[in-house]
Structures are given as structure tokens and as C-alpha cells.
């Protein structure tokens, strides 16, 4: 019997190995379930084992489903722990022929045991005979067991697994901490199977604190009521995802860099003020500096680190669709720029909502129905045709032409088919409305809120969103951030494309500005009232006249608007306002491109 067993296990090495070299590899297969079942028999070695952990194939527990039910799994990820120490594990919902259940995922080791169906649900006590080594390390447990004359100590073992399986259906918010989780889980899906969705979180916002923890419930709800609001992750998605993981890597080896070289220059000050010569010679703390620098092995480590992830980036970017088809001629927008402006957005369709989509769609067949009404077609030969003319453009002079031939209750609905027209395409933009209020470069009401959709503002109604006292800054400064090293890039290349957009609007704004104004009295500067001050306004430390105006106009908020320097400030925040409203809708493009040939 010994004999056999000792076969068995070279038998099971074998395939292992086979099947770990195999083009195959990571894909289950029947081969690997009667594997399964013999490795419970006879054991294995430690390198089989992991050659199976690695594909997902589950040692020492239930025999897996010949044919598993189509389940559907919500996940709501969470950080592990706060700052104040409380616990907020990742929380997955399971629903299953109408049951649902609940599993908490307290580490990321859980969650990639979850991955490839190995989570511990249930444990028992190791057989006297059963040996550990089929059961992964971490699944081991060895507790105390309370009672009797002395503690005695009881190894647990897995009793039953549970995670991704074929045919799941996994639910996740689209963004947020939850994208190396979402990769992980779509790599495995798309080996076993399952599959991956993502949606937008504002389509599924919370009203309530409580409601929060619970959205992994609410998740598979949302899924089976509204499914096209939900976004397949695929290989795609996961390059994006490996850039915004990359460049974030990237800005923390630069922020050490940084800081190893403060510190190594806060030590050569030190090394001066120190010496026991006391004396300072010319240069003698830059130098010093320099030789610190020049020695410090820590600083030269964080050099190469911060250069390795760079090239790493540049590499991810210039593989992407998004560089390769819009940011690749941007002159100004280099490789790293670019991934900082996509991890800043993150990802293009958690601003488009399908309730947009929806009203879309009736609205075109609305328009359908009334160039009907409208008999489009039957004149539509009666007008010349003239190049670069669009829909739009043909069906107003189509109207035009009906109307000056008696045809008004036709023209009147074409009219209204081009009223709708409008409203279609002001509907297709609403998710830059939201990308640029994301991005903090939208325009805000007087009371430093956004104002409600559909607001029609007027000059002097609106303001700049900035930092200000009392106020929410609730847009992404990594996104701000980059916009405007982006706009600063406009500003040093002035032959560029976007140089020379920066350039026309400044000088539209100049002609509409051409002199500077008081901001409260919208009047010449020079004409100001609040520049002739009285006696009783006069600072009592008797500062020159001018200074004197200088102080009181500060106080009240009587200052200078569009001079050289505000003009130039507003070109900037406008060109890449512009820049921002095309790269959504090139992305927006590419993304319909892909959705049109999946």
C-alpha cells in the first residue's frame, strides 16, 4: 500500500508540473478535478500544492461543484482599518437560488484567497493521520482549547471554501480603493469563466450613513434592475488600472526622494552650525551639502527607484488606446502628465449616468417621429447640397425651404425635431458638466455652491471655484493639479496648439476687458468712489495716500480686476477648461468605438 501511495504522489508531482508548464495553465479542467480528489487520498509535496494555490484548485476540502450555479456576488470595498483603529472590512454579499449571504474580508490576503476560491468558511479539527502540508500555511490554525485538568492546544483546519466561481456575476462601484481588487478579480474571471461589473457610485448613492454599509447588498438589486448601468471590466480597463496604480507608486518614491533630500540638506546645515572650528567660509553649508548628497546611499537608492517606476509608466502609457489616439500629438502633455490627468479622472463612464442615456434614447425617438410628421425625406432632395453639411444643418434648411413654400405645419415639426436636437446633444454633454466640476473648473454661484442644473447665468452671477473660508472644496486637487501644470505647459509653448488657444482667448478676454475695473463699483478704477477717502477713514499711522488706499480697498473689498496678471489667470483656468471638455469627449469616443465592436 506504501508502494502505491509513493507512486501516487510522483504520479501527482508529474501532472502537476505538466499542467503549471502547460499553455493551459491557470484554466480548470476535468484533469485537475480528478487531481483534486486523488491528492485527498494520497496527500502531496509542498511544490504541487502551490502549483495548484496558484491556479485556484482548492486541497483538503469539499469537492467542488461539478456544475455550479450562477451566482451573483456584490462587493463593497473598504480600507482595513481607520485611522482610529476601527475595522472596515471589505464586505461581499453572495445571492444564491434566492438566498443571500454575507462574508467579511478582514485582509487583502482574504481577498485574494476569495480570488481563487480558496476563503475559508468553516473549520474542523485535523484528523490524528491527516497531513497539514495539502492545506495552505495560513489556513492552519492552532487554538487553545479551554476546560479540563490542562489546556490543550487543537489544530483547525479548513472545512469548506468559498470565491470567485464559474459563472459569477461580481458587482463592484467603478473607482475608488477597490481597483486592485476589481483587477485581480477579472484576471480570475476571465480564466474561470465569471465575470466582472462595475458601475458609476452616483447611480447608486447612499442616503443615509446606514444605507453605506450596506451597499454590497444593494449593489445585486441595482444589478438586477438596472444591468446597463453596470461596465465589464476587461483587458482594457485593467491597463488603465495598472497606469493609475503605477503613477501613484510613482508620486510616492518621488515624495521619499524629496524627503531624503530635505533631510540630507538639514543635515549638512547641521554639520556647519556644529563645527568645532567655528568657523563658516564661503559656501561652506552648500558644500557640505553637496558632499552629504554626493555619499548618501539611501538617496541614491531612492534616485533609481523613482527612475525604474518612471520608465515602468511611460511604458504602461504609451500602450494605451487613450495615448495612441488623442494625448499622443498634445504638445505640453508628456507620458507622466497624462497618467497623472487619467488617475486624476480615473475612469471616463462613472460620469455618464444611464438615466442620460435613457432620455437619450427617447428623445431620438422623438426626433424620429416628427421629421416623419415633417416628411423630411420627400424635399429633402428640393435643397442643393452643400459640403460639410450635417444632419442638423440639412434638416433646418430643409424646414427653411418648407416654410417658404406654404408647408408650415411640416416646417413647424421639423423645427421642433431641431429643438430636440439641442436637447440630445446638451444631454450627451452633461457628463463633462460633471467631469469639470470634478476637476474644480467649473464656475460656481456667489455663494461659492454649484448652481442647479439648467441655471442660465448672466455676467457677475458666478465665480472661480477656489479655496475660500466657510467653503467646500469638493473637487480632486490631484486632477486640479494636473490641469494646471498642463495649462502651465500652454503658457512656455506658445507655437503649440493649445499654446496658441491659450493666446486667442486671452486676447478675446483683453477686448472684452479693455480697461481695469473696480470689483464691486464695475467701474474704471480711475473712477472709483471709494478712492477719495475722508477723514474719518485715514489709518492713524499716517501712511503715504496711496497706501493708505491700498489698506482701506483691501478691507472693503474694493480691488482691481482684469489687469495684466488677472487676464492671464483667466486664459490659463480657460484653456484648460477647453483642454478638459475635449479630452472627455475623445475619450468618451474611444470608449463608444469599443462598446460599438465588443
Given amino acids: 500500500m506504501q508502494s502505491m501511495d509513493c507512486e501516487a504522489n510522483r504520479l501527482c508531482d508529474t501532472v502537476c508540473g505538466l499542467m503549471a508548464n502547460s499553455p493551459f495553465a491557470g484554466q480548470t479542467s476535468p484533469t485537475e478535478e480528478r ?95 491527516e497531513d497539514r502540508k495539502q492545506f495552505q500555511p495560513h489556513h492552519v490554525r492552532a487554538e487553545k482549547k479551554r476546560g479540563g485538568k490542562r489546556d490543550e492546544t487543537v489544530v483547525k483546519v479548513p472545512a469548506s471554501y468559498d470565491g ?35 458601475t458609476p457610485p452616483f447611480l447608486l448613492a447612499a442616503a443615509t450613513p446606514e444605507e453605506k454599509k450596506t451597499a454590497h447588498l444593494r449593489l445585486i438589486e441595482f ?49 556647519t552650525f556644529l563645527s568645532e572650528e567655528g568657523l563658516y567660509p564661503e559656501g561652506k553649508i552648500e558644500d557640505e551639502f553637496d558632499a552629504v548628497r554626493a555619499n548618501s546611499a539611501a538617496l541614491a537608492a531612492n534616485i533609481k527607484d523613482e527612475a525604474n517606476l518612471q520608465a515602468r509608466l511611460v511604458k ?10 488623442a494625448l499622443e500629438d498634445v504638445e505640453g502633455c508628456g507620458e507622466v502628465l497624462s497618467a497623472a490627468i487619467i488617475t486624476g479622472v480615473g475612469n471616463i463612464r462613472r460620469f455618464r449616468s444611464f438615466q442620460d442615456t435613457r432620455e437619450i434614447e427617447r428623445l431620438r425617438a422623438e426626433i424620429i417621429r416628427l421629421e416623419t410628421v415633417g416628411k423630411r425625406n ?24 418648407k416654410r417658404e413654400h406654404g408647408k408650415l405645419a411640416e416646417a413647424n415639426a421639423l ?78 509653448r506658445p507655437e503649440s496648439l493649445w499654446g496658441q488657444k491659450y493666446r486667442a482667448v486671452k486676447r478675446e478676454l483683453r477686448a472684452r476687458h479693455p480697461v481695469v475695473e473696480c470689483s464691486i463699483c464695475r467701474v474704471p478704477w480711475e473712477q472709483c468712489t471709494k478712492r477719495t477717502l475722508g477723514e474719518e477713514a485715514l489709518p492713524a499711522n ?57
Fill in 35 to 129: 487531481l483534486h480528489l486523488r491528492l485527498k487520498v494520497c496527500g502531496t509535496t509542498r511544490s504541487a500544492k502551490e502549483s495548484l494555490y496558484r491556479r485556484g484548485v482548492t486541497c483538503g476540502a469539499t469537492k467542488p461543484k461539478e456544475a455550479p450555479m450562477a451566482r451573483a456576488i456584490g462587493i463593497l470595498h473598504r480600507t482595513k482599518k481607520t485611522a482610529q483603529g476601527e475595522a472596515r472590512p471589505t464586505m461581499v454579499a453572495i445571492k444564491e437560488n434566492g438566498a443571500v449571504r454575507e462574508l467579511k474580508l478582514e485582509t487583502e490576503v482574504e481577498e485574494l484567497d476569495f480570488v481563487f476560491g480558496i476563503f475559508p468558511t468553516a473549520w474542523r479539527e485535523i484528523a490524528e493521520n
Fill in 378 to 401: 420627400d424635399d429633402a432632395d428640393k435643397i442643393e447640397e452643400v459640403s460639410g453639411d450635417n444632419h442638423f444643418i440639412r434638416t433646418g434648411r430643409i424646414a427653411r425651404w
Fill in 316 to 325: 504602461l502609457v504609451r500602450k494605451l488606446d487613450l495615448w495612441l489616439g
Fill in 542 to 598: 499716517g501712511a503715504p495716500a496711496e497706501e493708505q488706499f491700498e489698506e482701506t480697498a483691501a478691507r472693503n473689498r474694493h480691488t482691481r480686476r482684469y489687469t495684466d496678471g488677472h487676464i492671464h489667470k483667466m486664459a490659463v483656468w480657460r484653456t484648460i477648461t477647453l483642454f478638459l471638455v475635449w479630452f472627455a469627449g475623445e475619450w468618451m469616443r474611444i470608449e463608444e468605438e469599443r462598446m460599438a465592436t465588443a
Fill in 223 to 271: 444589478y438586477e434592475r438596472s444591468p446597463q448601468s453596470f461596465y465589464r471590466v476587461m483587458q482594457r480597463d485593467r491597463e488603465f488600472i495598472r497606469v493609475m496604480e503605477t503613477y501613484r507608486d510613482f508620486k510616492a518614491a518621488q515624495k521619499d526622494r524629496i524627503a531624503c533630500d530635505q533631510r540630507l540638506r538639514q543635515r549638512g546645515i547641521g554639520a
Fill in 415 to 492: 423645427q421642433r425635431a431641431l429643438e430636440l436636437m439641442q436637447e440630445v446633444s446638451k444631454v450627451q454633454n452633461r457628463y463633462q458638466s460633471r467631469l469639470k466640476a470634478y476637476g474644480g473648473v467649473h464656475v460656481v454661484g456667489l455663494d461659492g455652491k454649484k448652481m442647479p442644473p439648467g441655471t442660465v447665468r448672466t455676467p457677475g452671477d458666478g465665480m472661480f471655484p477656489r479655496k475660500r473660508r466657510g467653503v467646500v472644496a469638493n473637487w480632486s486637487p490631484q486632477l486640479r493639479q494636473a490641469l494646471y501644470l498642463f495649462g502651465d505647459q500652454c503658457v512656455k
Fill in 164 to 198: 470567485l466561481q464559474p459563472g459569477d456575476t461580481v458587482m463592484m462601484y467603478l473607482g475608488g480603493s477597490g481597483d486592485r481588487l476589481a483587477f485581480s478579480l477579472s484576471k480570475r474571471a476571465d480564466l474561470v469563466g465569471a465575470s466582472v461589473w462595475r
